[in-house]
Every structure is written in structure tokens, then in C-alpha cells.
């Protein structure tokens, strides 16, 4: 097998990935990761917490290298402890790759078998979400609402681009203002034939030849 059995999950701050990725998280044979909670879990007097907190507090990207050295280090250790098992389950990751630079970094260790655009049509709508999160959440990113703006500007500029690096085929389009239930359920639509696939392809490999 190539690289990690990937879905990424893709879409503007505020439209919903965090919640559809948990959910399937917590279903055998997926793996959520997302990139914007391992950061949150970082001790913030370390190093890498100074420079997440310096970043993320401006609504910023943190540097690439950063970003995907942390990642790394993350998913050795899921595996390490068994929660992530590269060989059966299917990565489903959330805020990375979140420019082009890092789907470039990332090109080789993921093999990424569809991203799912949550399209979101409505910035004031995507915005009171984010505001309701900061209250209940205490994120420091979401609190103000001039860093709201401008990580949607950040996410226009720096985000939307990586949905052309990857081909037009793979990726599926869902309306991100319907109820987290109906985007969870259209999620599960398209991913669920993939990883009945994917257990296929591992059936078959397992067969003696
Ligand atoms: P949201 O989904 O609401 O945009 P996240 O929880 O994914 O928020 O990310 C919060 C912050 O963490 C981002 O604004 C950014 O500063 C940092 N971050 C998360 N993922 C990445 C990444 N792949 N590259 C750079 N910075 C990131």
C-alpha cells in the first residue's frame, strides 16, 4: 500500500468539519485528525505552543514546516499506542492540508482518495457559528470578531486553492448550511463505498496466493 488510505475534509472556519470528523472518528475503521485540536493540545509555555498561540491568536497560519512536523509526530505516536492503524483504517483529516505548500509536503505519504468540500455559501452565517463556539469552547481564535474575518480571508487566499491540486474527480461538493446530521449522513454516503473498497482491496491482499 502508498501512503495513508486518506479523506480529507475541507472547507471555510466555521462549516462544520470539526463536527462530522468527530462523529466519524468514533466509528471502527476511521481515524479523525485534526490538525487545529493537536495544535489546542500542545503545551502552550513550550516551544511549538508559543508559535501556535503567536499564530493562531492573529487568525494566521502557522509556518509549514511546524505544522507538518507536529503532524507527523502525532500520527507516529497514534500509531505507536494503536489508535491509528495505517493498515486497516482510513485517515479522515481536518485542516491539513490547508494550503498548497503543505498538499505538496503531504504528496507523498498521502494517498488521498477523496476530499469532501463542505461549500458554504453564507460568510455571516459561518461567522455567528464561530462566535457561538468561542463562548462555549473558550477559543481564543474565534473570540474577536476582526481575527474571524480575517482567517476567512486567510482560508480564501491560502486554503481554497489546495481544492485544485487535487483532481476534480475526487472531490465531492455538500452544502455546509444544512444540520449537522444531514452533512454528516451525506459524508457517510460517499465515504462509506470507499472504505467498503479499501476492506476489499485488504481482503484481497490477505488472500494466499
Ligand atoms: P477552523 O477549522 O475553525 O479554521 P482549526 O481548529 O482547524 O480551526 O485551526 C485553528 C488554528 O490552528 C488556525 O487558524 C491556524 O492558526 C492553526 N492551524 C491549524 N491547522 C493548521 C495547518 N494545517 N497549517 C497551519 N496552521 C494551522
Known amino acids: 500500500m502508498h501512503g495513508h488510505q486518506t479523506v480529507l475534509l475541507f472547507g471555510p472556519p466555521g462549516s462544520g468539519k470539526g463536527t462530522a470528523g468527530r462523529c466519524l472518528g468514533t466509528i471502527p475503521g476511521f481515524f479523525h485528525c485534526a490538525c487545529g485540536d493537536v495544535f489546542r493540545k500542545i503545551d502552550p509555555s513550550s516551544?511549538?505552543?508559543?508559535?501556535?498561540?503567536?499564530?493562531?491568536?492573529?487568525?494566521?497560519?502557522?509556518?509549514?514546516?511546524?505544522t507538518v512536523g507536529m503532524w507527523h509526530a502525532h500520527i507516529r505516536k497514534m500509531h505507536a499506542i494503536g489508535s491509528y492503524k495505517p493498515h486497516v483504517d482510513l485517515l479522515i483529516l481536518d485542516g491539513i492540508p490547508r494550503n498548497v505548500h503543505?498538499?505538496?509536503m503531504l504528496e507523498k505519504e498521502l494517498e488521498v482518495?477523496?476530499?469532501?468540500?463542505?461549500?458554504?455559501?453564507?460568510?455571516?452565517?459561518?461567522?455567528?457559528?464561530?462566535?457561538?463556539?468561542?463562548?462555549?469552547?473558550?477559543?481564543?481564535?474565534?473570540?474577536?470578531?476582526?481575527?474571524?474575518?480575517?482567517?476567512?480571508e486567510i482560508y480564501k487566499e491560502e486554503s481554497a486553492p489546495v481544492l485544485a491540486y487535487y483532481p476534480p474527480e475526487i472531490v465531492s461538493e455538500i452544502d455546509a448550511l444544512q444540520s449537522p446530521a444531514e452533512v454528516?449522513?451525506?459524508?457517510?454516503?460517499?465515504?462509506?463505498?470507499?472504505?467498503?473498497?479499501?476492506?476489499?482491496?485488504?481482503?484481497a491482499e490477505e488472500q494466499p496466493a
Open 47 to 66: 516551544e511549538l505552543g508559543r508559535v501556535f498561540i503567536e499564530y493562531s491568536s492573529k487568525g494566521e497560519l502557522v509556518p509549514d514546516d511546524a
Open 102 to 104: 503543505q498538499a505538496e
Open 184 to 203: 454528516l449522513r451525506q459524508i457517510l454516503d460517499v465515504v462509506v463505498p470507499i472504505q467498503n473498497e479499501h476492506f476489499q482491496r485488504l481482503a
Open 113 to 152: 482518495l477523496r476530499v469532501m468540500h463542505l461549500v458554504c455559501n453564507d460568510e455571516s452565517e459561518m461567522i455567528d457559528r464561530l462566535r457561538r463556539r468561542a463562548l462555549k469552547d473558550n477559543r481564543l481564535d474565534d473570540a474577536k470578531e476582526s481575527v474571524i474575518r480575517h482567517r476567512w
